[in-house]
């Protein structure tokens, strides 16, 4: 019983589970048909498959669509962005199967529910990304990827696009994904400044969603979602959250199944068609696309790699405005921007505004510092006009730079916008350019005071003020060593405008390179100065739209590398890395570690780094155009800019450290030709400042209006020869009396030309040391004042002196050659006390002694020097003289003598140290060449200038 009842009680079991099973099954089967697409008819299906195939070649063609076995890495992409691209095939029978579309680049989305932790869902992302990559023009498609799956290897094989651009590392943790979504926000911003570039495409590809992905960054993702189709924006993301959200705006969705996946109506159309009556969707189950093989994506990238180096080789039109925009359409008031790169094929703006007033830029030699400067400058001067901008630039290292800018030899226009220029700058250049905007910037103070403490916005609607922007590039030079960067005395050109540069050929510049050394860093009394000048100007010049842009080598003697958060620095908030430039950056951001030429990072937060991989929103690395390949552009841009200068424009002011002014072209010795010169002076040279002035020394009849020069060689005897031949212009022909006496051999020559010179214009005598002696103003008081007590050095009059000379002075010489220092009388020259030239008989009486301190010179008394020197001037008589030593001068001071009741001192190659003793204080100057220094005055701390060359001083050399 108990055998036949186990069987019964079995079958009985089996039959409940069979109903069971079968009750299941029936439930699943309902569940499934709600979900499973409806087989159709049969034949209908095939058909309508045939179909959907041939629209598939024309929609998708190529990558877009065709089976990957069909493609290879050499298969051209479209002309365009594939508007469809395949993410699978369905299959509404198993043998009758077509690819399964999606609309995405141009018109919308893609959102996966699951994410790539799900290996098909890998698969299909990198089969997307591939076949979008391959099938559009290279470098027309941007990607930012996300990977928030384990290991973040979802895009790994797409590595060789990372360097090139267009697929950076993915972001892989929720700052990142962060970064990615502040990103793409700038992307769909309309900002007129810099217009998309339309041949272009962003695709934000999340391949998971980080932990700690929250609600607010799922927001600003459907957020992008609503506005990017129009802004050439698109995404794909997988493991889109469905649940409790609505589905991404115009996306496609794909839900994926156990075996399949299901892809859902396409924004703004239906698969089912009208009226169709389905639920929506593609009513046939679709397997998605495998997993490309490794090697077809890795050689795809690589070629796509070398076709975006080559192919988008960026130009100098890429940084300025779109042809066909209006001219100087850009307004100031609220700061300046430009486009100084690009990072990812995404235009980089910067800008000098109140929050980031000055950059710092930093590049070994030949990183491109130049390059980078250029842009600037040019994309700056694009867009904004001279009543917007004002640009002064500098360069202290040796060579010519800024040329593109300025007037030269043979191109006459120049950049409108650039009101004052210096390539090879002495640092005092630099010091008064710093002084010059300071007294700017207490201008605008003052007016902000005056109009109840207004901003700059506001202040611009009372008062045209341009915002300045101050380049100073090389600056490590102004805190090192003085003359460590001078190279060259005399123009290359040889025959330059005073301060034109000849050409602005590539040639020009290359540089005799100063390299920093570590003495740079302990500053010297100017680079002290320069310093604070910097620190005060760089913390007022923010709110007064006076901004800087430095540059040079490493932390720039800044000292931006020691860790110090110096609040100075802090007001440079953007700074630049090129090529060996990170020391602008934090210590700990090596973000510029391996730089290549052509390329720079861009940081806005005062070099601060960020977490490692993240993409970081103050950070950018970039890559610039060189402008010396685009020599067209930038000649049409200074063109037009030039063409449309307002009326009155004058070019900049120039200095080129390595020129040697000439007198003839001084503006201040023309005037004097012409007579309109205030008042007689000695012009010495053009002073090394912004202006551009004119040194002289000023000879009125006040004690001690005479010139003593100082200095060993002959530099300093022919600064003495052209000072002597300005103030003689600024004699009318024929009033002064010049009286030449040359008492050391070396300087005969120059001498001579000088006295040949003048006595074209003027009575000349040239006299020898005992004619020297012998002079009535300079002779033993006896001589001097037959008859008269000694009270006075006081020389003769003018008249007295003259009613003297015929006795006592010799004739020049015949020829110049024989100027002599030997005998007493030296011949008849071609003007002389003859009364056969033109001759003065009541003029102002100019002695010219070269070699004051000659061992013949004794035979002055000093006493009689020293009284002619204070005295002679309110008489009409001046000195100019060359002491060779400065010993020699310095003994004529009377004990607490002051020295300017003497004479203004130039000294030409004489060390500070040595001249502590003329002025009675610590001198710091170190002699450099084609520079003099002036002391014309109680206070005068010393005014270096660039004396006059002469014009045949190459010959004389
Ligand atoms: N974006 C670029 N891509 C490729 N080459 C570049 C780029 N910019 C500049 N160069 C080239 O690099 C070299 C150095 O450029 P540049 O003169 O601008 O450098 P620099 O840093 O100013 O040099 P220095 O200050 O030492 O004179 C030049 O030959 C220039 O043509």
């Not at 060359?882 to 001068?889: A, D, E, G, Q, V």
């Amino acid at each position: 019983m108990e055998a036949v009842a186990v069987p019964r009680a079995r079958t009985g079991r089996a039959a409940a589970l069979h109903r069971r099973a079968a009750a299941t099954a029936t439930a699943a089967s309902e569940v499934l048909d709600e979900t499973r697409p409806v087989p159709a008819d049969q034949r209908r299906q095939y058909e309508l498959a045939d179909r959907l195939r041939s629209a598939a070649t024309i929609l998708a063609p190529g990558w877009a669509g065709a089976p990957l076995e069909t493609l290879t890495a050499q298969t051209p992409p479209d002309e365009v962005p594939p508007s469809f691209v395949v993410v699978g095939t369905a299959a509404p029978l198993d043998d009758a199967r077509f690819p399964a579309l999606v609309p995405l680049l141009g018109s919308g989305h893609l959102t996966v529910d699951t994410d790539a932790r799900d290996a098909r869902v890998a698969g299909l992302l990198r089969a997307v990304l591939l076949r979008l990559f391959a099938a559009t023009p290279a470098g027309c498609l941007l990607v930012r990827a996300v990977d928030g799956t384990e290991g973040g290897e979802v895009f790994a094989p797409f590595g060789a696009l990372a360097d090139a651009g267009p697929l950076p590392p993915p972001a892989l943790d929720v700052a990142g994904l962060r970064g990615v979504l502040g990103e793409a926000e700038q992307w769909v911003a309309p900002d007129a400044a810099r217009p998309r570039r339309r041949d272009r495409t962003l695709l934000l590809v999340v391949s998971a969603f980080p932990a700690g992905t929250g609600d607010a960054e799922l927001a600003r993702l459907a957020a992008l979602a609503r506005s990017g189709p129009s802004a050439g924006l698109h995404l794909v993301l997988a493991g889109w959250p469905g649940t409790g959200r609505d589905p991404l705006p115009h996306a496609t969705p794909v839900t994926v199944r156990n075996a399949y996946a299901l892809v859902g109506d396409p924004p703004g159309a239906s698969f089912g068609g009208v009226g169709d009556g389905a639920a929506g969707g593609l009513n046939a189950p679709v397997f998605l696309a495998e997993d490309p093989p490794a090697e077809l994506v890795e050689t795809v990238c690589r070629h796509l790699a070398e076709q975006v180096e080559a192919g988008t080789r960026l130009s100098l039109a890429d940084l300025l405005p779109e042809p066909g925009t209006q001219r100087w359409a850009a307004d100031s008031a609220a700061g300046l921007s430009t486009t100084v790169g690009d990072a990812g094929g995404r235009p980089v703006p910067v800008g000098f505004t109140e929050l980031t007033p000055h950059w710092l830029v930093s590049g070994r030699s030949a990183a491109g510092r130049s390059a980078f400067l250029t842009n600037v400058l040019l994309g700056l001067a694009a867009r904004y006009g001279p009543e917007e901008l004002t640009l002064h630039l500098a360069d202290l290292g040796p060579g010519e730079a800024f040329v593109e800018f300025l007037q030269t030899e043979r191109d006459r226009t120049w950049i409108p916008q650039v009101r004052s220029a210096a390539m090879a700058a002495d640092r005092e250049y630099v010091l008064d350019l710093f002084d010059a905007l300071a007294t700017e910037v207490r201008r605008r103070a003052e007016v902000a005071a005056l109009t109840g403490g207004q901003r700059f916005a506001d202040l611009r609607e009372h008062l045209a003020l341009p915002r300045i922007v101050c380049v100073v590039d090389n600056l490590q030079v102004l805190f090192g060593e003085p003359g460590r960067a001078r190279s060259a005395e005399v123009s290359p050109g040889g025959t330059l405008l005073p301060g034109a540069p000849a050409d602005r050929s590539g040639a020009a510049r290359s540089r005799d390179r100063a390299t920093p050394t570590a003495a740079a860093r302990s500053r010297d009394g100017l680079g002290a100065t320069a310093l604070a000048s910097l620190d005060t100007l760089a913390r007022a010049g923010r709110a007064y739209g006076v901004h800087l842009l430095l540059a040079g080598e490493d932390d720039l003697g800044l000292g931006t590398g020691s860790g110090s958060r110096d609040s100075m620095l802090g007001q440079f908030p953007v700074r630049v890395a090129l090529p060996g430039g990170g020391a602008v950056l934090e210590p700990s951001n090596d973000a510029a570690a391996g730089l290549p030429v052509g390329s720079a990072v861009v940081n806005t937060a005062g070099g601060l780094g960020g977490p490692q991989g993240a993409t970081r929103g103050h950070e950018r690395m970039i890559r610039f155009p060189d402008p010396e390949d685009a020599p067209t552009t930038v000649e049409e841009l200074r063109r037009t800019l030039w063409t449309a200068r307002p009326d009155g424009s004058s070019p900049p002011l120039v200095f080129a450290g390595y020129a040697r002014p000439l007198l003839r072209n001084d503006p201040c010795y023309r005037a004097a030709l012409l007579g309109r010169a205030p008042g007689p002076a000695a012009l010495l040279g053009r002073a090394v400042d912004v202006a551009r002035s004119t040194v002289a020394v000023p000879l009125g009849p006040s004690t001690g209006r005479n010139l003593a020069v100082l200095g060993p060689g002959l530099p300093a005897a022919r600064l003495l020869a052209t000072a002597t031949r300005a103030t003689a212009a600024h004699h009318p022909p024929g009033t002064a009396r010049f009286v030449i006496a040359c008492l050391v051999d070396e300087a005969v020559p120059v001498a001579g030309r000088l006295a040949a010179e003048l006595a074209g214009q003027h009575a000349v005598t040239t006299v020898d040391r005992s004619g020297l002696a012998h002079l009535p103003f300079l002779g033993s008081p006896e001589e001097a004042h037959p008859g008269r007590p000694d009270r006075s050095t006081r020389p003769d009059t003018p008249a007295q002196a003259q009613a003297r000379t015929p006795a006592q002075v010799q004739p020049a010489p015949a020829a110049p050659e024989q100027a002599g220092t030997g005998s007493a009388a030296t011949g008849t020259g071609p003007v002389a006390g003859d009364g056969t030239g033109p001759v003065a008989a009541e003029g102002p009486i100019v002695l010219v002694v070269f070699g004051l301190d000659a061992p013949s010179a004794e035979e002055l008394p000093r006493e009689r020097v020293r009284a002619l020197l204070r005295d002679g001037p309110p008489a009409g008589t001046h000195l100019l003289g060359w002491w060779r030593t400065t010993p020699s001068f310095a003994a004529l001071l009377e004990p607490d003598g002051e020295v300017d009741k003497l004479a203004a001192v130039v000294a030409v190659d004489v060390p500070g140290a040595q001249l502590a003793g003329v002025f009675g204080r610590p001198v710091q100057w170190r002699p450099r060449p084609a520079r003099a220094v002036l002391w014309d005055g109680p206070d005068e701390q010393g005014r270096v200038l660039v004396p006059f060359a002469l014009e045949d001083e190459e010959d004389q050399a």
